[in-house]
């Protein structure tokens, strides 16, 4: 049986700034505490799935700045295969810079740079893992082209995909059939539904069938400290969050696809994917930072030993 997770998307240089609550316009925010890491979804998806127990792999393309070599070498350093992380001159790795105020609320703006130099051909360059794929991880932070280039390869090949839809933006419905199972959280699930911003459990069901109908096998949503809801055309499971003391929700989503990926895989039910996924998601907001809040497989078992 295949086991490799293959993550195929972006990766950031974070800049951080917590702080005791997030600027009004205009507003100058003082005393802030800063920290430089690590992010961009598809690295954290990466990371989260790797130190969760997956044997995986990351398909992306960085720049030339200072600080790329470590990222990279970072990824290495979690057992990540990093053979087609792809290097381009003349562009900076993607940049982030990330707000966090009270609660764990944050503002984020992020400059794409190599992210949106991941092409078709270096896809194809990269086939050799692919085609080891138990499962192949997408997310919205690379070309349009390159996902539908992606799935219709995935199609082909007969590999299933998670498809995280975020950030969310405009993309062709009509490849939404080659998707095995679609992740959202509640604004993303609006939007691509056509739907107002998701606030209970009856309103991501109706945009969900909206996208079932749409062709998607599988449909996710998550609902922050509500937990997260399944449907498929005959199956739905509603997974409630774990309580914690939340510090920054930046990676939440990230670590709960990487995790989830991890149970799929190992052939967990769809029921304790989610379970062990909600536990890895609750132990990353408890820290600050993308990466460096993605738990270890270790501590994702304590903590479900810890609240049955």
Aim: charged content about 20%; hydrophobic content about 45%.
């Amino acid at each position: 049986m295949k086991n490799k997770i293959v993550v195929i998307g972006s990766s950031n240089v974070d800049l951080i700034m917590k702080m005791d609550h997030l600027p009004q316009k205009g507003e100058t925010v003082t005393d802030a505490f800063f920290m430089q890491t690590y992010g961009g979804k598809g690295a954290n998806q990466a990371v989260a799935a790797a130190r969760a127990g997956g044997n995986v792999a990351f398909i992306n393309c960085v720049g030339q700045d200072a600080y790329t070599p470590q990222m990279v070498q970072n990824y290495k350093d979690d057992g990540i295969d990093t053979r087609y992380v792809f290097k381009m001159n003349n562009v900076t790795s993607g940049h982030a810079l990330v707000m966090i105020g009270n609660e764990g609320v944050n503002y984020l703006s992020v400059a794409p740079g190599a992210n949106y130099l991941l092409t078709n051909d270096m896809i194809d360059k990269a086939m050799p893992i692919i085609e080891e794929a138990a499962v192949i991880i997408l997310q919205y932070e690379i070309p349009a082209d390159t996902i539908k280039y992606v799935l219709d390869l995935a199609t082909e090949k007969n590999i299933p995909t998670v498809w995280n839809f975020a950030p969310a933006r405009a993309f062709d419905t009509n490849y939404l059939s080659k998707v095995t199972t679609l992740m959202l959280n509640e604004v993303e699930a609006g939007f691509l539904a056509g739907t107002a911003t998701i606030k209970t459990t009856e309103e991501a069901e109706k945009a969900a069938r909206i996208l079932l109908n749409l062709g998607v096998k599988e449909v996710i949503i998550t609902l922050g400290e509500n937990g997260a809801v399944y449907f498929s055309s005959n199956e739905k499971h509603t997974m409630p969050a774990y309580k914690v003391d939340v510090v920054d929700t930046t990676s939440a989503g990230d670590v709960f696809a990487g995790s989830y990926a991890v149970g799929i895989v190992e052939g967990m039910t769809i029921k304790n994917a989610m379970r062990f996924a909600n536990a890895a998601s609750g132990l990353c907001v408890t820290k600050m930072g993308a990466q460096p809040s993605a738990p270890m497989r270790k501590e994702i078992e304590a903590f479900l030993k810890e609240n049955v």
